[in-house]
């Protein structure tokens, strides 16, 4: 179902970050959230010849010990109370989401969920003018490749 070009998506779907060699991640629908955040290990920031960059170490695969370094330029810092009240600065960057088989842009950022059930939130910012969410659904946006 559409309602005025936009698409349905569930409370979670299964998506890719293709840009960050990234598939069939699981990602709960957030919309108390302002901002879209996905799973690291540990990350760093660097300043490189006056521009930040972020890096982050991300294991494609629970059940495997290889871990992915991944750099991307810092696109903004942002201040983001988490739901707990505190303040932190999250470092945003800018990569491409596939969500029914379209590439989305999408504005993330990176932070260790590994107390968190999903991995990856998908937030206002990106939910806003292209989807509605139905909460009584999963997995509406499937990719088949």
């Known amino acids: 179902m559409a309602v005025k070009g936009k ?12 840009e960050l060699g990234l598939y069939n991640i ?3 629908i957030d919309t108390g959230a302002e ?3 996905l799973h690291c290990e540990e990350m760093e920031v660097v300043k ?3 521009h930040l960059y972020i890096t982050a170490y991300i294991r ?3 059940d495997s010990e290889k871990t992915l370094k991944l750099t991307f330029p810092v696109h903004r810092e942002r201040t983001v109370k988490s739901s707990f009240g505190q303040s932190e600065i999250r ?7 596939r969500m029914f ?5 999408i504005k993330l950022s990176f932070r260790n969920r590994s107390a968190m059930s999903y991995p990856m939130l998908l937030g206002r910012n990106f939910i806003t003018g292209k989807f509605l ?11 088949i490749i």
Do not use: C, M, W
Request: proline share 4%; aromatic share 6%.
């Open 7 to 18: 698409k349905t998506i569930g409370r979670t779907e299964v998506i890719d970050l293709p």
């Open 26 to 28: 699981h990602a709960k």
């Open 35 to 37: 901002t879209s955040v």
């Open 48 to 50: 490189k010849s006056g």
């Open 60 to 62: 494609p695969d629970e």
């Open 91 to 97: 470092y945003i960057f800018l990569t491409k989401i």
């Open 101 to 105: 088989n379209q590439l989305y842009d």
């Open 133 to 143: 969410v139905d909460v009584s659904k999963k997995n509406l946006a499937t990719n």
